[in-house]
């Protein structure tokens, strides 16, 4: 009996974060923040760039998106070394 009540709180709680979540997005088409607007007005003459999107991937958060294609590399990189050995290790 104890175990069904912890799992009805669980649940209960989980339904209240989810429901909370949802309450606080914005609504579709309203820009959250004044820097969306500010990117969008002014991607073309700070970056050089008529494609917004790439601006913003390139420029505005260049070291974020090196970090990330660091990261894939790391990760290929890691899954190749482990199919690599285990392949040296079926052959002998």
């Known amino acids: 009996m104890r175990q069904f009540f912890a799992w009805l709180f669980l649940i209960v709680l989980m339904m209240f974060l989810v429901i909370g979540g949802f309450e606080m997005v914005h609504p579709f088409g309203e820009p959250p923040s004044t820097m969306d607007q500010y990117i969008i007005d002014n991607a073309q003459e700070e970056a050089g ?6 601006a ?12 990330e294609a660091t990261v894939l ?3 290929v990189m890691g899954v190749l070394f482990v199919l690599r050995a285990s392949e040296k290790k079926e052959e002998t």
């Not at 913003?56 to 998106?65: A, E, K, N, P």
Request: overall charge negative.
């Open 56 to 67: 913003v991937v390139f420029d505005y958060r260049g070291f974020d998106t090196l970090g």
């Open 73 to 75: 590399f790391a990760a």
């Open 49 to 54: 760039s008529n494609n917004v999107v790439g």
